[in-house]
């Protein structure tokens, strides 16, 4: 899910960014900082939306940086449990499907794909054996996000499924609905 959120942080500007408007210049140190940041409170920070407030600067002896107190906005992307999600195959493997999530990308394991015995194909394709359903790169879907795991934090792991109701590749959803009409 997106949000954004209300951060308070002293932001250190350094002596070289002085030339610089004291806006201009809080505003590249928190981009700095925060931008593109993977955390297990925050998610993945996607963007500084607004600078709120910049409190008055203090210069610390020895650094001859200014640290200011400074409120300000991030976009940020944190996956949660039981999220629904729509996402394209990015890459199929004889274990899996990733799938990309917004900023990020989940895997879908091959026995989470769907509700059936599922083979993998050299041409990157998951297969239903009974249900003849398949899965290919670049197919759009609906999934439900299982596991969320920052443990390797450049690398947080999604876990997703599609073998629940009104979860799969978005055409097989649409048959779904057209059978439950008739």
Same mark, same amino acid.
């Given at each position: 899910?997106?949000?954004?959120? $209300?951060?308070?942080?002293?932001?250190?500007?350094?002596?070289?960014?002085?030339?610089?408007?004291?806006?201009?210049? #809080?505003?590249?140190?928190?981009? !700095?900082?925060?931008?593109?940041?993977?955390? !297990?409170?925050?998610?993945? #920070? %996607?963007?500084?939306?607004?600078?709120?407030?910049?409190?008055?600067?203090?210069?610390?002896?020895?650094?001859?940086?200014?640290?200011?107190?400074? =409120? @300000?906005?991030?976009?940020? @992307?944190?996956?949660?449990?039981?999220?629904?999600?729509?996402?394209?195959?990015?890459?199929?493997?004889?274990?899996? $499907?990733?799938?990309?999530?917004?900023?990020?990308?989940?895997?879908?394991?091959?026995?989470? =794909?769907?509700?059936?015995?599922?083979?993998?194909? !050299?041409?990157? =394709?998951?297969?239903?054996?009974?249900?003849?359903?398949?899965?290919?790169?670049?197919?759009?879907?609906? $999934?439900?996000?299982? $596991?969320?795991?920052?443990?390797? %934090?450049?690398?947080?792991?999604?876990?997703? =499924?599609?073998?629940?109701?009104?979860?799969?590749?978005?055409?097989?959803?649409?048959?779904?609905?057209?059978?439950?009409?008739?």
């Amino acid at each position: 899910m997106f949000y954004r959120v $209300a951060i308070k942080d002293h932001i250190r500007v350094p002596p070289d960014h002085f030339n610089l408007e004291v806006e201009e210049a #809080v505003l590249k140190m928190i981009k !700095k900082k925060y931008e593109g940041l993977i955390s !297990k409170d925050l998610g993945v #920070v %996607i963007d500084v939306s607004k600078v709120e407030e910049i409190g008055e600067g203090v210069i610390i002896p020895g650094d001859g940086a200014s640290y200011y107190d400074v =409120t @300000f906005d991030l976009i940020i @992307f944190k996956p949660e449990l039981q999220e629904l999600l729509l996402g394209k195959i990015r890459d199929i493997a004889d274990f899996g $499907a990733f799938i990309s999530i917004g900023p990020i990308e989940g895997m879908i394991h091959v026995s989470q =794909t769907m509700d059936d015995f599922v083979s993998f194909s !050299k041409d990157k =394709t998951l297969s239903g054996k009974e249900s003849k359903k398949s899965l290919k790169v670049g197919d759009k879907c609906r $999934a439900r996000i299982i $596991a969320v795991s920052y443990k390797d %934090i450049m690398n947080p792991k999604i876990g997703l =499924t599609m073998r629940q109701p009104s979860l799969g590749r978005l055409d097989w959803l649409e048959v779904e609905e057209e059978k439950k009409k008739k």
